[in-house]
């Protein structure tokens, strides 16, 4: 009697170009060019992957003119941690299961919103949990000019006859904004916001992807009585610094703000105390308002300096 055959996952690669959709959210933004090549089997285990540095593919527009594609990044998919992106000139492993991965190699059409003098920024929001830009139909907020909106949101395009600050939502559909791409362009990026200078021009992406380890499996039950709420956290909001989290952003002075609350609330019993120590618990409190407030104001100072600071740097 023969024994148990198990087949090994497969590696395939394909390649897609990012159709600059100008209505988003109308579905696919692919166009699949070349067929699906299988790369053969691997063993489960670690993959090592390297991602070239400024690659580029001969194609034809839809118009039958030549046109040269720039690798964008690559999404591999279903492997054993999730989806996985990797950016031109990163390397990184994956975790391979038992399932086959597919690694799709994102072009973008060079001639397209990365030229000095395109008028404007092309924007798309890609959703690396699906493996796929998003249909989500709001993705940003024009900090600088809410007028925009529409047009950045629907149609994908920012104008930069002035400044603006694009910013990413901390979230679409529940899954948590990662980080912006500039695939090509003269922008600057920090954390969530996007900064387009007057005569910008470019292609970037907003990534959204929720952390691996969160959301999978069962919450725990703490002895048999009730389900844990659980969220992931960055290892800033560990040491109260503020980062991001699972729930959206947790901003550097949100400790001090449970103290202040915490200190209106032992004003609030000193009431039921006995008359002798009311004035002490009282003079706590109050202790305890200053300083939360200094440190809180120090932290309100600190952000408004950074934005100071960025807005110039951008504005020149």
Same mark, same amino acid.
Not at 28 to 40: D, L
Not at 189 to 203: A, C, K, M, R, S
Not at 284 to 297: K, P
């Given at each position: 009697? /023969? ?11 394909? #390649?897609?170009? *990012? +159709? ?24 489960? %285990? ?18 039958? #003119? ?15 941690? /999730? ?16 399932? !086959?991965? &597919?690694?799709?190699?994102?072009? +973008? ?10 008028? /404007? ?14 249909? !989500? ?7 600088? !000019? ?28 529940? $899954?948590?904004?990662?980080? *912006? @791409? ?5 922008? &600057? ?20 992807? &929720?952390?691996?380890?969160? =959301?999978? /499996? ?22 109260? =610094?503020? =980062? ?7 901003p550097p002075w949100n400790p001090y703000v449970l103290e202040m609350i915490a200190a209106l609330a032992l004003a609030q019993s000193a009431g039921r105390l006995n008359a002798k120590l009311q004035?002490?618990?009282?003079? &706590?409190?109050?202790?305890? $308002? @200053? @300083? ?6 120090? %932290? ?17």
């Open positions: 009697m /023969g024994g148990a055959i198990f087949a090994m996952p497969n590696i395939i690669t394909k #390649n897609v170009t *990012w +159709v600059p959709r100008g209505i988003r959210g109308h579905g696919s933004a692919y166009q699949p060019f070349g067929p699906n090549v299988p790369n053969g089997n691997v063993n489960a %285990g670690t993959l090592p992957v390297q991602v070239p540095m400024g690659e580029t593919l001969p194609s034809t527009d839809a118009e039958g #003119n030549p046109e040269n594609l720039i690798l964008a990044f690559v999404c591999v998919t279903n492997t054993a941690d /999730g989806n996985e992106v990797f950016f031109p000139g990163q390397t990184g492993t994956i975790n391979v299961g038992s399932g !086959d991965v &597919t690694f799709t190699n994102i072009f +973008v059409p060079q001639g397209y919103g990365g030229q000095p003098g395109d008028g /404007g920024v092309s924007i798309d929001a890609f959703d690396v949990n699906a493996g796929a830009f998003a249909d !989500d139909p709001y993705f940003v907020n024009v900090i600088t !000019d809410a007028s925009l909106n529409n047009e950045a949101n629907l149609q994908g395009w920012v104008p930069s006859t002035s400044p603006e600050d694009v910013q990413s939502f901390n979230s679409i559909h529940g $899954v948590p904004f990662e980080q *912006w @791409l500039m695939v090509v362009g003269n922008d &600057t990026i920090n954390q969530e916001d996007l900064f387009i200078p007057t005569g910008g021009y470019g292609v970037c992406f907003a990534f959204f992807k &929720t952390p691996v380890g969160n =959301g999978g /499996g069962t919450r725990p039950n703490i002895s048999g009585l009730y389900e844990a709420i659980y969220v992931w956290v960055s290892q800033g909001v560990k040491v109260d =610094g503020g =980062g991001p989290t699972g729930n959206g952003p947790v004035g002490q618990v009282l003079q &706590t409190a109050a202790r305890q $308002v @200053l @300083l939360s407030a200094e440190h809180i104001a120090s %932290g309100l100072n600190s952000q408004a300096a950074t934005h100071s600071q960025l807005k110039e740097e951008f504005s020149n």
